[in-house]
């Protein structure tokens, strides 16, 4: 996320936080031998907070492909590419 404001990295790392203490959850559910449907329950909230975390990713690289100049950053993604990976989370 190469030159992403750092207001839309903050909401990346935190949704990924979020992620991270739901699979913790999840985990600590099934050494307790949890009831299944709140293991899969939890399950479903850890895999969207994932996936909202990737198309926030994807929804900022669109947002600066199409407010900067695609020559400054070689290595920037084509929009091509971005909808391939959007669609890869889809």
Do not use: W, Y
């Amino acid at each position: 996320m190469t030159n992403a404001p750092d207001d839309d990295i903050r909401k990346v790392v935190n949704r990924l936080k979020r992620a991270r203490g739901q699979l913790s959850a999840v985990i600590d559910a099934i050494e307790a031998d949890a009831d299944c449907r709140d293991v899969v329950i939890q399950l479903a909230a850890v895999g969207k907070a994932i996936d909202r975390a990737g198309f926030a990713v994807i929804s900022t690289a669109l947002r600066h492909c199409m407010t900067e100049d695609e020559s400054a950053d070689e290595d920037a993604p084509t929009v091509g590419e971005l909808e391939k990976l959007f669609l890869t989370l889809a």
